[in-house]
């Protein structure tokens, strides 16, 4: 005989303790969403900063997405972005996880480190007579 009492099989009390094995249930969560790390802000919110200084852009946008993180860049907020920084670590290994897209949907730039994609807006010097 047992203390505890018998119910019919498949059948439990709504407050029963249900053992879970803890890495099922890890697995089944919803995986943690792409951020963009804190020196990769910096570096994007450093040339950001210089852009508004010069009066090119007016307004961004984050979205943490669960297979990429944007940094959206615009004239007006009401407008479509300008720019879209994206980090995509599925490409990683391949063209590289970062990328700078225009607002037709063209990669200016791509690569796998980010101060070298974000050399895309660095203006060139011209020589003026």
Known sequence: MTDQPEFPRGHRPHDAAVVVNLS??????????VTFHRRELDSILWIYGRMVGEGEWKDYAIDHLKDKAVFSIFKRSG???????????????????????????????RGHELPQVLKVFDKALKLID
């Open 79 to 109: 407008e479509l972005p300008l720019f879209r920084i994206e980090k995509n670590p599925k490409l990683a290994n391949k063209q590289g996880a970062y990328s700078v897209i225009n607002t037709n949907g063209v990669i200016l730039k």
């Open 24 to 33: 099922e249930y890890r697995q089944s969560l919803d995986p943690a969403p």
